[in-house]
């Protein structure tokens, strides 16, 4: 089996996450254009759906669709996970702020850190530590533009519990495809989590549907529906998950810290401007962060680099 120089290899990790972060910050802004035009739940599993059809070809041509009830279960664990903090997303607007979950959602790195330690046992090196320390406070000196006073102002409610439940699942997402991965290809898990985050939102999606009509849903949301089932979907899951094996489930998720400049740069070319410069200082440190992620270390990650993976411990 031929090896493959460990350290180079995991630099084309972390752009294949550079490239599937740029493709995610996206989403953001194309869910501005359509999130009024069909229930965010509906969405949801249509973007499921229409990826796993995409996908379809691939994997029946490949790898066929033969299944055993325990992959099936393994596959449904980990799409429990994005599901969960979807519905409480979706189910938390409801009683507080987006303002407010998405400081809460800064919270999921360093969660999954601990998450990490304790089921793929991943250690943190110094450099790891700090980049996650650094990350948390440049995203939340982002999201409140260097004003402390908003940050003191926040009044925590009910709907930032249900989201803290939902950053406590996700959080767990990339720790469980470490956990769970059984040596399959990248494409077969991708193809399976997305199936099984279709059959946990399909309930929901019935009662959405039974009273809405598909025919008054504009054709442009459909057609950003499509961009996100390929591009955020597909390509970011897929990223996520070969990701996660090689360089470990704490850097993988770390990289969300990137959203908020990604995001400010794709509204400037839009044409909305720049953010106010007391946002700047916590851009760098969110680029710190970044800088203190990329070099490895044989510490945190456990598993020798090969053509076909890594080894697994």
Known sequence: ???????????RVHLLLLFSTTLVSTSFIV????T????PIALTFIRFLLAV???????????????????????????????????????????TTSLNISVLFTLVPAISAVYAGIINRERLSLSLLLAIIAGLIGAIWVIFEGDLQQLR???????DLIFFGGCLAMALYTPLVKLLHRD???????????????????????KVLARVSLTGVPSSTWLWIVYLALFSTVISFYSTQYATRIIGPTRTISYSYL??????????LLGRGWPPLPVIPGILLTLAAMLLLLPTSPETDKGAVDNQGPARG
Not at 31 to 34: K, T
Not at 184 to 206: A, D, I, K, N, Q
């Open 184 to 206: 399959e290809p990248m494409e077969v898990m991708t193809f399976w989590v997305l199936v099984t985050g279709c059959l946990w939102l399909l309930p929901g999606t019935v």
């Open 36 to 39: 009024d035009t069909l229930d």
């Open 53 to 95: 059809l995409l996908l379809l070809p691939l994997i029946w041509v490949k790898h066929g669709l033969v299944i055993s009830v325990s992959s099936l279960g393994r596959y449904a664990a980990i799409s429990g996970c994005l599901v969960l903090f979807f519905w409480a997303m979706f189910f938390s607007l409801r009683f």
């Open 153 to 159: 102002a926040l009044a925590w409610n009910r709907g």
């Open 1 to 11: 089996m031929i090896k493959i120089p460990q350290k180079p290899f995991q630099a």
């Open 259 to 268: 959203y908020p400049l990604l995001v400010m740069v794709l509204n400037y």
């Open 31 to 34: 869910a501005e254009f359509i």
